[in-house]
């Protein structure tokens, strides 16, 4: 098992597409980092000159409600990640454990299991959400809001790995390990990992997008809490102010701006990060290599 | 191979695109077959969608109301227009020829109709329809006014064909304001087509037989738009008959979608009255479009609706029973900030329990200026004079930088469009208050209930549905965070319901809404009275959700009940009720809510404004039908 | 075999019927959870726009409220009623538009979403699909790396921004197409082209947003796994023995990777009424997610379990076609 680091340093090395994206990404985690810093609190408004384009005081200009874009970004930032993290994490460790223990056991555990978990699908998660705002009296903040979607949002890539895991059973190099008397546990990490791996980490990115994206339907709607700086509830105040239509086109350009460089950046790290750990690509890899060489 | 799949996503990607571009482009001149443009009037019905537009029974609940319905083709017995009205008197008799008759004890009203009024089917409109409908509706638990009806009325029946009379089962001398169309009122049902109904609940009534100078002549299945067309007899309705033919021959009703569709809309003239806009909507809209104007030529362009938006403050959460600790929210509050953040400065504010629109500055805000400049009041055992009477020339300065000469720059203008004055922003005597009060800051500097627990506030909005009322509720929590009660805007869809049922601190809602053009405070003060008075938990009867409760409001509610609606001695009892609530607090007075309907001069011109206030312009208003008869072609076509 | 077969059948529908069962159980108790209760939610409403509601009244008018919409009863008994009503295809009425059944206003708005949304992501999801494949397997070309950059770049924008963005261009800046609506004013519903023109140009923005949207991901997902799978190796095998770039691209790369892609399209036409909420808003499109929004506005719980309802029947469904399906599409599973 090599070092993080080594893996790091590797693709660096040998993938633009990761190079952007590492650079890109840290350069917004520094960005979130900076709102520690910021010289306003995000829940104060009209702290600076209202509908500034943005310019060399205020970076990204200023909003209809007096708040400097920049700093506002870097809490939205900062807590869109927070939550996008947090419920992929969360749902990422239901889905793991229902997919793998469905997959492997089959029989009665797989048709219990998968019957909740086709249950869970079919919820309709808008609906409910809503539903549950009722409930929690609109005290819903990010964290009881990434519980939720958490709770909601493992079903589907539960039910892809265990596609993935029935799949490995059937392929030959598990019969044939099988026959070699290894155990099954063991086929399992050594042999079947590496192929759920990726998985795993596309489903993350997957989740993270629904999540946030999710977060920014909620805002739009106006069902999120308001008073959290994120990237849905920038636009809902964008859009309450009417900006796009009375030219204050930087108010949404910021977020968008954002959140495009945000997913592609975490994207592109995936399919880099699951291409370097696929052992196929690595065979393919040294295939290249030596094709290249004849 | 490769080519074959392109070919094919090519082609339905083509196929869409011709499919839809060979589609009859929509002609400027005519908006449906046979339905000319420049005939037509363009207007929004802010219910948006109707999800069962099938169904115009506006007796009961379902179908649109604002679709056109209840502004062209139902009629009642009375209006009272919020503004000046058509001839400078907002009181109109419709159906009725005079105002409501009682007798001495208020137990009996008369009712004299018009004559020469027939529906739109030919029949003639009698006082039979009038005691059918007050019995149809009394007998059918679900419908409205059902249960008003049970309680008040005795017996109703008509002595000719047009002279209807109420013997109620108790005095009451507002009766009448059942049948007197605000925003709306108990319409009058035709009696030939209702008698014949099973089940007056489920009965569709379509198509509508209108009593209005419009007949229902198309509209959508999917619910986005109602097209009405001038009756051939126009003139057999209350309102031809007394001003004119009616001068678009077609109406429109439409769901625009959301606020930038509307401005994309007019800006586009498809579009001639935007119910309403965000302020800075309004400012796209005018400066896209040369013809757009709002009730103001300039700034601040909005209708003051009369409804005062207000902090509702639950008298029965700690410590917001106690006056001096509400006077202390009060004096916490920078009214100027909550302009700027929530109408962008074009806010009309009020330091009165009443809303500072139509005639009510004439009544109440200029006799009760000089009683509030010398008011003084005792807070924190001190003598304070807080009423701060320039508190809207610093708004208006503060607006004219970037909105230059549509800002008036005449003290008495600026009065007219953005209100008298407010409270004083006096956070340290709020402060003083609170240390007087046993309360402590700790060490963020936030304060401390006498008994040590930290004090927050929660302040329920409306969210999307009430965008500008949102951007009070921020701004004020901001303001309150600030002088250390850390405040939180939380938007609610249930907002009404939680008041009413008084699971609430605060909110940004209304309690006071009036007629506008009438003096009369008995229509929201009903409900006041202690007898009403309801604890948190049970269901507020009536607008009382702050829970509050006095002796003397007891007594200025019993006396207005006595007396008749028109009675002078109502304006005295209306000042005694403000001053009561200056001095109580109640609830924290904000503004008028201003409405931003947007009208377009492209087509038609003669839209009510604030230098010709003969009717309301907020399209959802049954009232709005006055300006029918009142508008003009402009010849463009 | 046969015997397995069926028996394989039969348990999946078994399990169908249960996720229904469940579904619609957990559908039904949320709303008695909520502190919100529709008797009371009327009456706001009802008093909303009314002069002084004479307080004594109140209380009757709740009593026989509570009686029209059916509330009356413990929970178990509402629940039993409720099971009952939808057996006979009667899911209530509609408390904003009562008396009006739900099912009415399901049926009216159903073939607008239906229309738009299913047409939309069913166009997305091929295009998709097959251009990803291509890009996939073909990802030295340079127009497959463009088409990634592209992509790339348009998938992670919010809907909502794009969907507002087209709006703005090409019904405004450039007014080529409605603001809103389904169909133009005065034009009759019907089999003729008049309506079904109009029909075709106000669907055109809210479509294109969806399939230029729904296109980058389904793109994406297909050309990872493409790649994916040409490096397995049979694909090498069939390399070396000569096979031909396109049989090799429709008999083994395109049929193995669209196994999860399969998967992944019976639950977006499932999700379909969740995204139809926002290009519904959006366009002010008269189906299933414009009512969804004014029935949650309007506090209308007969409805949103209507609209719930369909969208876990559906799912449901589909879900149990692909499971049947799954064994055609891969003999690698076997039979259990």
Redesign the interface.
């Known amino acids: 098992m090599r070092s993080f680091f080594g893996i790091l340093k590797d693709l660096l090395s040998r993938d633009g597409r990761f190079r952007f994206a590492f650079i890109a990404l840290s350069a917004l985690i520094l960005f979130s980092l900076a709102s520690y810093w910021s010289p306003h609190s995000p829940?104060?408004?009209?702290v600076v000159p209202p509908n500034m384009r943005p310019n060399l005081d205020y970076w990204f200009g200023t909003n209809?409600?007096g708040q400097d874009l920049f700093w506002m970004m870097t809490f939205a930032t900062r807590n869109s990640l927070a939550f996008g993290l947090m419920t992929a994490a969360l749902s990422r460790v239901i889905s793991i454990f229902v997919g793998l223990t469905s997959g492997y056991k089959?029989g009665l555990y797989d048709?219990v299991l998968?019957?909740?978990n086709?249950?869970f699908?079919?919820?309709?998660?808008?609906?409910?959400l809503?539903?549950?705002n009722?409930?929690l009296?609109?005290?819903m903040n990010l964290f009881t809001l990434s519980l939720t979607m958490a709770f909601f949002g493992w079903a589907?890539d539960a039910?892809?790995m265990r596609?993935q895991v029935?799949?490995l059973k059937?392929?030959e190099f598990t019969n044939n390990a099988i026959f070699s008397g290894m155990k099954m546990h063991k086929i399992t990490l050594k042999e079947h990992l590496p192929f759920v791996m990726?998985i795993v980490f596309?489903t993350w990115i997957n989740n993270m997008?629904w999540a946030m994206?999710m977060e920014?339907?909620l805002s739009?709607?106006?069902?999120s809490?308001?008073?959290i700086a994120t990237?849905g509830t920038t636009?809902y105040w964008a859009?309450?102010?009417?900006?796009?239509?009375?030219?204050?086109w930087w108010w949404?350009g910021a977020?968008?701006a954002i959140?495009?460089l945000?997913?592609?950046s975490m994207?592109?790290t995936v399919?880099s990060l699951?291409q370097h750990l696929?052992p196929?690509?690595r065979?393919?890899r040294i295939r290249e290599a030596t094709t290249d060489g004849t | 191979m490769k080519s074959k799949y392109f070919v094919i996503a090519v082609g339905l990607v083509l196929a869409l695109l011709l499919g839809s571009f060979a589609a009859t482009a929509q002609d400027f001149a005519e908006i449906a077959p046979g339905v000319a443009r420049h005939e037509t009037l363009i207007l929004e019905n802010p219910e948006g969608r109707i999800a069962d537009p099938d169904r115009f029974n506006r007796w009961a609940p379902g179908g649109g109301a604002s679709t056109g319905l209840q502004q062209l083709a139902l009629d009642a017995l009375w209006f009272v227009d919020p503004n000046a009205g058509i001839d400078g008197e907002p009181w109109n008799n419709a159906l009725a020829a005079e105002g409501p008759i009682y007798n001495e004890d208020f137990t009996q009203m008369t009712v004299n109709l018009r004559e020469g009024i027939f529906w739109s089917d030919g029949v003639p409109f009698t006082a039979a329809d009038v005691v059918f409908t007050v019995e149809t509706l009394r007998a059918n638990p679900g419908m409205s006014y059902h249960n008003q009806l049970a309680l008040l009325v005795d017996e109703v029946y008509a002595t000719d064909d047009y002279t209807v009379v109420f013997d109620l089962t108790r005095s009451n001398s507002r009766f009448h304001a059942m049948f007197t169309v605000r925003w709306a009122a108990m319409f009058i049902m035709p009696k030939h087509i209702w008698e014949v109904v099973d089940d007056p609940l489920a009965f569709d009534f379509n198509p509508p037989v209108s009593l209005g100078p419009y007949v229902l002549k198309d509209f959508d299945p999917t619910g986005h738009w109602f097209l009405w067309e001038r009756r051939e007899d126009w003139e057999r309705t209350s309102l031809g008959m007394q001003y004119g033919m009616p001068a678009p021959k077609y109406a429109l009703y439409t769901a625009p979608g959301p606020a930038d569709q509307r401005v994309m809309a007019q800006a586009n003239q498809n579009l001639d009255v935007i119910h309403d806009l965000s302020p800075e909507g309004v400012q796209a809209v005018i400066s896209r479009n040369p013809t757009s104007r709002g009730w103001f030529e300039g700034f601040p362009w909005a209708h003051p609706d009369p409804t005062l938006p207000a902090v509702i403050i639950n008298h029965e959460v700690e410590p917001l029973g106690d006056n001096e600790v509400r006077w202390a929210l009060q004096l916490a509050i920078d009214i100027a900030g909550v302009s700027m953040a929530s109408y962008s400065g074009a806010a009309t504010v009020s330091a009165l329990h009443a809303p500072p629109t139509g005639m009510y500055k004439e009544w109440y805000f200029d006799p009760m200026e000089d009683w509030l400049l010398n008011y003084t009041i005792e807070l924190a055992g001190e003598q304070y004079q807080p009423y701060n009477p320039d508190a809207t020339l610093a708004i208006a300065n503060m607006v004219r930088p970037s909105l230059g000469d549509q800002v008036p720059t005449d003290e008495a203008e600026i009065k007219k469009a953005l209100g008298y004055g407010w409270w004083n922003y006096d956070t340290d005597m709020a402060e003083k208050i609170l240390l007087d009060k046993g309360f402590t800051r700790n060490r963020q500097g936030n304060w401390l209930l006498p008994d040590g627990t930290p004090w927050t506030i929660d302040i329920l909005c409306m969210g999307a549905s009430n965008p500008t009322m949102t951007r009070v509720a921020t701004m004020i929590a901001e303001q309150w965070t600030r002088f250390g009660v850390p405040s939180e805007a939380v938007v609610s869809d249930q907002l009404w319901n939680r008041m009413n049922y008084g699971d609430f601190e605060t909110a940004i809602a209304w309690s006071i809404e009036t007629w506008g053009g009438h003096h009369d405070f008995f229509f929201f003060l009903e409900s006041w009275h202690s007898d009403f008075w309801r604890t948190s938990g049970e269901l507020a009867s009536g607008t009382n959700r702050m829970r509050w409760q006095h002796p003397e409001l007891d007594r200025i509610i019993d006396e207005i009940r006595g007396i008749d609606f028109d009675d002078p001695r109502g304006f005295e009892l209306g000042m005694d009720f403000l001053k009561l609530a200056v001095e109580e607090t109640p609830l924290i007075p904000l503004m008028s809510y201003n409405v931003f309907a947007v009208t377009d001069w492209y087509f038609w011109e003669g839209f009510p404004t604030s230098d010709n206030p003969y009717a309301n312009p907020v399209a959802n208003w049954s009232n709005t039908r006055f300006m029918f008869p009142m508008l003009r072609p402009t010849g463009r076509q | 075999m046969k015997n397995a077969f069926l028996r394989y059948i039969i348990l999946r529908v078994l399990q169908c019927l249960m996720v229904i069962f469940v579904g619609i159980t957990v559908t039904f108790m949320i709303p008695r959870f909520t502190p919100v209760d529709p008797v009371e939610q009327a009456i706001t409403r009802m008093t909303m726009f009314q002069q002084s509601t004479h307080p004594e009244a109140l209380e009757e008018m709740r009593a026989s409220l509570a009686t029209l919409y059916g509330l009356e009863g413990s929970v178990f008994e509402q629940y039993l009623g409720f099971w009952g009503r939808l057996f006979r295809g009667d899911l209530g009425p509609s408390l904003s538009s009562f008396p009006r059944p739900v099912m009415t206003l399901i049926r009216t708005s159903l073939p607008w979403t239906a229309g738009l949304l299913l047409t939309s992501t069913i166009i997305a999801w091929s295009l998709g699909n097959i251009i990803g494949a291509f890009a996939g397997y073909f990802h030295h070309k340079k127009w497959s790396q463009v088409l990634g950059v592209m992509a790339l770049v348009v998938w992670p924008i919010p809907y909502y921004i794009f969907a507002f963005l087209l709006l703005v261009l090409l019904a405004y800046v450039i007014p080529i197409f409605p603001l809103s609506g389904a169909f133009a004013i005065g034009s009759s519903p019907g089999l003729n082209w008049n309506f079904i023109s109009s029909v075709l140009r106000h669907g055109f923005l809210p479509a294109l947003s969806i399939v230029a949207i729904g296109f980058g991901g389904q793109f994406l997902g297909m050309r990872s796994l493409v790649s994916n799978v040409i490096s397995e190796d049979y694909i090498l095998y069939a390399e070396i023995a000569g096979v031909p770039n396109h049989r090799i691209l429709k008999n083994y790369v395109i049929r193995n990777a669209l196994l999860p892609q399969i998967t992944g399209l019976a639950l977006q036409l499932g999700m379909i009424f969740n995204g139809a909420m926002i290009t519904e808003f959006v366009f002010s499109y008269p189906g299933i997610g414009y009512l969804a929004y004014t029935a949650i506005f309007s506090g209308d719980f007969g409805l949103i379990m209507g609209i719930a309802i369909f969208s876990i029947v559906a799912v449901a469904l589909a879900v149990l076609i692909i499971d049947l399906l799954y064994p055609v599409f891969d003999p690698r599973v076997k039979l259990r």
């Not at chain 1, 829940?43 to 009209?46: E, I, K, L, M, P």
């Not at chain 1, 699908?121 to 409910?128: E, Q, R, S």
């Not at chain 1, 859009?239 to 204050?248: D, F, P």
């Open positions: 829940r104060f408004s009209f209809s409600r089959g048709r998968m019957a909740i086709d249950s699908i079919v919820l309709p998660v808008l609906p409910i809503i539903l549950l009722f409930i009296r609109g005290q589907f039910r892809l596609s029935l799949s059937e392929r990726p596309s997008m994206g920014v339907t739009v709607l106006g069902l809490n308001i008073n990237i636009i859009n309450q102010h009417q900006a796009l239509i009375s030219g204050v949404l977020p968008v959140s495009v945000l997913f592609l994207y592109l399919i699951n696929d196929r690509t065979l393919q």
